[in-house]
Nanobody, 121 residues
Framework: QVQLVESGGGLVQAGGSLRLSCAVSGSVGSINAMGWYRQAPGKQRELVAILISDGNTNYADSVKGRFTISRDNAKNTVYLQMNSLDPEDTAVYYC???????????????WGQGTQVTVSS
Protein backbone atom coordinates (compact mmCIF):
# COMPACT_ATOMS: atom_id res chain seq x y z
CA GLN A 1 0.00 0.00 0.00
CA VAL A 2 2.71 2.46 1.00
CA GLN A 3 6.40 2.47 0.14
CA LEU A 4 9.24 4.59 1.46
CA VAL A 5 12.25 4.49 -0.83
CA GLU A 6 15.53 6.02 0.33
CA SER A 7 18.50 7.04 -1.73
CA GLY A 8 21.69 9.03 -1.41
CA GLY A 9 23.76 7.00 1.02
CA GLY A 10 27.34 6.03 0.36
CA LEU A 11 30.94 6.43 1.39
CA VAL A 12 32.36 9.86 2.10
CA GLN A 13 35.45 11.24 3.78
CA ALA A 14 35.26 13.06 7.08
CA GLY A 15 34.24 16.65 6.55
CA GLY A 16 32.30 15.80 3.42
CA SER A 17 28.60 16.01 2.64
CA LEU A 18 25.80 13.73 1.57
CA ARG A 19 22.14 14.30 0.81
CA LEU A 20 19.62 11.60 1.59
CA SER A 21 16.21 11.45 -0.05
CA CYS A 22 13.11 9.49 0.86
CA ALA A 23 10.05 9.34 -1.35
CA VAL A 24 6.70 8.09 -0.09
CA SER A 25 4.48 6.45 -2.69
CA GLY A 26 1.30 4.44 -2.80
CA SER A 27 -1.98 5.10 -1.07
CA VAL A 28 -0.87 8.20 0.81
CA GLY A 29 -3.64 9.84 2.77
CA SER A 30 -2.03 12.37 5.05
CA ILE A 31 1.50 12.68 6.40
CA ASN A 32 1.82 14.21 9.85
CA ALA A 33 5.58 13.97 10.19
CA MET A 34 8.61 12.68 8.37
CA GLY A 35 11.99 12.04 9.82
CA TRP A 36 15.30 10.27 9.73
CA TYR A 37 16.66 7.77 12.21
CA ARG A 38 19.95 5.95 12.26
CA GLN A 39 21.38 2.80 13.72
CA ALA A 40 25.07 2.15 14.13
CA PRO A 41 26.44 -1.36 14.73
CA GLY A 42 25.79 -2.45 18.28
CA LYS A 43 23.69 0.60 19.07
CA GLN A 44 19.99 1.34 19.28
CA ARG A 45 18.18 3.19 16.57
CA GLU A 46 18.12 6.91 17.32
CA LEU A 47 16.31 9.94 16.03
CA VAL A 48 18.41 12.16 13.78
CA ALA A 49 15.88 14.74 12.62
CA ILE A 50 12.15 15.11 12.31
CA LEU A 51 9.95 17.56 10.42
CA ILE A 52 6.36 18.01 11.54
CA SER A 53 3.62 19.07 9.15
CA ASP A 54 3.36 22.45 10.91
CA GLY A 55 6.97 23.15 9.98
CA ASN A 56 8.55 22.46 13.34
CA THR A 57 11.78 20.51 13.36
CA ASN A 58 13.75 18.63 15.95
CA TYR A 59 17.34 17.47 15.69
CA ALA A 60 19.56 15.22 17.73
CA ASP A 61 22.10 17.31 19.61
CA SER A 62 24.93 15.52 17.83
CA VAL A 63 23.81 16.77 14.40
CA LYS A 64 22.56 20.28 15.17
CA GLY A 65 24.22 22.83 12.95
CA ARG A 66 25.45 20.15 10.54
CA PHE A 67 22.30 18.39 9.27
CA THR A 68 19.21 19.97 7.76
CA ILE A 69 15.89 18.25 7.15
CA SER A 70 13.51 19.51 4.50
CA ARG A 71 10.47 18.29 2.65
CA ASP A 72 8.83 18.65 -0.74
CA ASN A 73 5.15 18.20 0.03
CA ALA A 74 4.16 17.98 -3.61
CA LYS A 75 6.46 15.01 -4.07
CA ASN A 76 5.93 13.46 -0.62
CA THR A 77 9.69 13.48 -0.31
CA VAL A 78 11.89 14.29 2.66
CA TYR A 79 15.56 15.18 2.45
CA LEU A 80 18.44 15.16 4.88
CA GLN A 81 21.36 17.36 3.98
CA MET A 82 24.36 16.19 5.96
CA ASN A 83 27.43 18.43 6.13
CA SER A 84 30.69 18.21 8.06
CA LEU A 85 30.27 14.48 8.34
CA ASP A 86 32.19 12.67 11.04
CA PRO A 87 33.04 8.96 11.35
CA GLU A 88 30.62 8.91 14.30
CA ASP A 89 27.84 9.53 11.78
CA THR A 90 28.45 6.13 10.20
CA ALA A 91 25.22 4.16 10.40
CA VAL A 92 22.27 2.83 8.48
CA TYR A 93 19.85 5.71 8.02
CA TYR A 94 16.14 4.99 8.00
CA CYS A 95 13.36 7.19 6.73
CA UNK A 96 10.16 7.35 8.77
CA UNK A 97 6.73 8.71 7.99
CA UNK A 98 3.94 9.06 10.52
CA UNK A 99 0.96 8.95 8.25
CA UNK A 100 -2.38 7.45 7.41
CA UNK A 101 -3.24 5.43 4.36
CA UNK A 102 -5.82 6.91 2.02
CA UNK A 103 -9.35 5.95 3.03
CA UNK A 104 -8.38 5.21 6.64
CA UNK A 105 -8.36 7.28 9.84
CA UNK A 106 -5.51 5.76 11.81
CA UNK A 107 -1.98 7.16 11.77
CA UNK A 108 0.92 4.73 11.93
CA UNK A 109 4.67 4.65 11.51
CA UNK A 110 6.07 3.55 8.18
CA TRP A 111 9.73 2.84 7.53
CA GLY A 112 12.08 2.72 4.61
CA GLN A 113 14.52 -0.12 4.05
CA GLY A 114 17.53 1.90 5.19
CA THR A 115 20.53 3.32 3.41
CA GLN A 116 24.14 2.94 4.53
CA VAL A 117 26.21 6.01 5.28
CA THR A 118 29.89 5.41 5.90
CA VAL A 119 32.24 8.22 6.86
CA SER A 120 35.94 7.44 6.65
CA SER A 121 38.54 9.23 8.74
Amino acid sequence: QVQLVESGGGLVQAGGSLRLSCAVSGSVGSINAMGWYRQAPGKQRELVAILISDGNTNYADSVKGRFTISRDNAKNTVYLQMNSLDPEDTAVYYCNAYMRVRGTLRYSDYWGQGTQVTVSS
